[in-house]
């Protein structure tokens, strides 16, 4: 099956630094990819849209100027959390979905994690 | 706006019993469903989904899920449950755009 990686699996920053987090469809391309936040024991919560070789699309009340997201290659979309503060502390997720063709997509797969911990 | 919800936060059950995690889902063309599994500090793994044909899909692991358009649902079946499958589930409706939404999750307790 597709397989989506995410590097690091987890981070351990200080208040104002910034931080990046990588994606990576490994055997598959993705013009899309998708990135969620989720708080201990809650639900996946949509951030954005990475499109590759275009600007990123975000969900209703997620700063765009502090979650920088770049889809560089057809493999590879990358979330920066800048001036990162104790709040930020989170799950990320990023997901890829294959089976675009007609319209239809047939699942999304997603990366395993990265934990990110803001002191 | 496609939504669905999972009414109960918790569901228990010995192992070698039925499992049944519920959803419901609220769309306004033809929906899209999916169900994944996540375990602690994991990401989500896909389980089953419904796109159209047979009511009854099959999945991983076992597990079923039940289309049901009168009732509106799509509730996860386990014949015999394990230990291991205890975990979160997410029932997730898949929108125009492409993108999931996702209910609240079930946390799966399995007792031996």
């Known amino acids: 099956g597709a397989v989506v990686s995410q590097h690091p699996s987890w981070v351990i920053c200080k208040s104002g630094t910034s931080v990046k987090i990588e994606c990576r469809s490994l055997?598959?391309?993705?013009?899309?990819m998708f990135w969620y936040r989720q708080f201990p024991k809650q639900s996946l919560m949509l951030m954005a849209t990475s499109n590759e070789g275009s600007k990123a699309t975000y969900e209703q009340g997620v700063e765009k100027d502090k979650f920088l997201i770049n889809h560089a290659s057809l493999t590879l979309s990358t979330l920066t959390v800048t001036s990162a503060h104790p709040e930020d502390s989170s799950f990320y997720i990023c997901?890829?979905?294959?089976?675009?063709?007609?319209?239809?997509?047939?699942?999304?797969?997603f990366g395993p994690g990265t934990r990110l911990t803001v002191t | 706006a496609q939504s669905v919800a999972q009414p109960e936060d918790q569901v228990n059950v010995a192992e070698g019993n039925p499992l049944t995690v519920k959803c419901t889902y609220s769309v306004s063309g033809n929906p899209y469903l999916f169900w994944y599994v996540q375990y602690p500090n994991r990401g989500l793994q896909f389980l089953l989904k419904y796109i159209t044909g047979d009511n009854l899909v099959k999945g991983s692991y076992g597990f079923e899920a039940e289309f049901n358009k009168s009732q509106t649902s799509f509730h996860l079946k386990k014949p015999s449950a394990l230990v291991s499958d205890s975990a979160l589930y997410f029932c997730?409706?898949?929108?125009?755009?492409?993108?999931?939404?996702f209910g609240a999750g079930t946390t799966v307790t399995v007792r031996a």
């Open positions: 997901s890829a979905p294959l089976g675009l063709a007609g319209g239809l997509i047939y699942e999304q797969y």
């Open positions: 997730a409706v898949r929108d125009d755009d492409y993108k999931l939404s």
């Open positions: 055997d598959f391309q993705a013009t899309t």
